[in-house]
């Protein structure tokens, strides 16, 4: 029982103070511009006096709330007696505590801005308007009151909520997983749909029906943001043969599709040679001319090992966008303005929307790619890879030659960055060097980890939430990083292994948190 | 003329003088037993063969043929195999898969299947688990998947690394039996071990390493009954 309270109001003070700082960053603000989005309400009337904007922000305070509760209730395994009293009192304990915290601070500063200070002179976020926006219309000690009052409410409902799924107090999550594989995963037509093929074959066929029909409903706009997160999927595929087959952490791999977008760009554009060449041309000529870099860099590099590999692969991709931004070279580069008017591909005369036609080409190109990938992981240069990662001494003691194989890897995810730069280029006709700063390779690297190293369907789901999602959620725009880091923080935790991850990994994870989870019971005990 | 000659090889580890001019001979159809203490350069001497470390002096003879110009991949295709110390097997990999990893370098694929039946007709605990994870494997078990992969690659020499470290007495003996049927079958053998008593009961020939030079070689009766064998490595007063 004490345990329980010490953990309850320990969730409190956790959830209090990051309820205290979204809203110090304005965060609360912002998530209530997405949530009038996603619920399309900002033009319903008024509930409770509060129009859509407060409503929306009491939402989400509320949310955070019930998430709150639902910790703070789900720590203690056994209560005697009355086990949804327990977790009614737990997580209105949380509840209680973040209102607290929540409600002093929005108090005070609800005071401070009646009385004329300018707090956005030290946090830029706290602009009158949305100071008044937080106070939901109360006087300061009422909005206090109502959050401390409202927060312990979602609090013991959060914590109803987590005992009502799940029996003994356990976590949300693994309630929730328990009510699934006890209460449906049993029935007689979930088991014989889970069994049978079809059923699999269908689903895979309805979404890529779907993904193949979506660029012609999806408006400019959207087609732009699904050619973005299919060339992310290209160089996504492509630093996961390189980081998640072989085990090499190339950190520079921006270059490569740099190479392959400058391709494009100088061979097809107007200025400043003036070739003029064939887009279908230039195509393989990119991804060549990337494959070919790759193992120039990489015939040196990769005789290093993991850190000093990450790090000249790094200063790798820093040198080319360099170059490529160097006022000395502009006549050949065309330097820090970039170049502008890239060709784009002509269909045979067909006549279509350029638009649309260019996401089903690149639609195309993640096809082509995720078969050759496939192809490769199941060969016998795949499992060279594989025993690589795995013990690098040992497989040449099995007679891989280890610099062929290091390199081939390096080749192939070079010429996939290659297309995927050219097709870039190409896209935005124009390309400049501050196309390829670091970022892009950090989010790559982002893309597979977060998707799950290895997996293919992973890199794909990793593209669409890096790339998509923040476009889905443009209000997010000043918080991309901050949410981004986030996101990482909660995938650790929810997700160790990546969102869909390879079966090899996932096992090797759930082998480590096998064990963790028995040192924490023996720890309990 | 030997299978394996090696003469004088010096190898270091940057400036740690290793081996200061080993020398030793494999005939055909041997098995000979390298024996010494920790740190003596038994594996080391291995790793030479191999070519995981390159010896700066000295020639290393395979049919008359130097080794030490080849990479490892290389010496993997003239037929020596090598069971490596701590069994190196793949751990996050099937052991049907580290099976395979083993025949690599072949492309027969009617052969590959007949050494695969082989070599689950020598360690039919591995034909129960073929596409169990190597991980999960128990020592034994992996020492026999480490033993079964060096086979796979259908090598003329085997090298082995302490294939009895860390397995029960009654193992001990099941390792020691099968390297005998494999030898028997006509596969030349170089066996490193610090079971010199079980080592030598099998061996036609041995040596003694000590901190990098080869200090005795003989039979391996006469150094069963070598008064300084028996009280340094067989522990016998
Ligand atoms: N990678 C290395 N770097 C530096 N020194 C090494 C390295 N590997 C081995 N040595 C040194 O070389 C010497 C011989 O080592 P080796 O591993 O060949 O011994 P060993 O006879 O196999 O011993 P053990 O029975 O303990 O396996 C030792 O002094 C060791 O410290
Ligand atoms: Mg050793």
Redesign the interface.
Known sequence: MKNMIRNSLRTGIVFGIITVFLFLVGFTGTAANILADLLNNESAPPLFGWAPPMLNTVIFVGLIGLWAGASGASREKDVAGDPYGAAVLGGGIAGFVQGLLTGLVMALVGTLNERGVMMSKYLAELLPAAVKQAMLGFPPPGAGAFYLLFLTAAGALGGLATRGLGRGGRRPREAIRTWAREKVEVLPWVQSLRRSPAVKYAVYGILLLGILLLPLFAGQYWNYTIGTVGIYVLLGLGLNIVVGLAGLLDLGYVAFFAIGAYAMALLTAPTPHNLMWNFWLVIPIGILLAAVTGILLGAPVLRMRGDYLAIVTLGFGEIIRILSKSDDLSDFTGGPRGVPAVAGPDFFGLNVNSGIAFVYLIFLSVLLVIFVTNRLQNSRVGRAWEAMREDETVSRAMGINTLTQKLLAFAIGAAFAGLGGALFASRNQFTGPEDFNLMVSINVVAVVIVGGMGSIPGVIAGALVLKGLPEMLRQLEDYRVMVFGALLVVMMLWRPAGLIPSSRRKMEIDKDAGLAETAEEGRGK | MPMLDIHDIHTYYGNIHALKGVSLTVEEGEIVTLIGSNGAGKTTTLRSI?G?QKPRRGSILLHGEDLVAY???QI??KGV??V?EGR??????TVA?NL???A??RRDRRGIQEDLEHVYGIFPRLKERTRQ?AGTLSGGEQQMLATG?ALM?QPRLLLMDEPSMGLAPLLVDAIFDVIQTINRKGTTILLVEQNALMALSIAHRGYVIQTGEIVLKDTAANLKNNETVRKAYLGIE
């Open positions: 191999c995981l990479k490892p991949h993997v295709e195999a090598m490596p190196g097997i793949f751990a996050r990999l898969e395979d990893l083993g690599y370098i994870v992969r690659a």
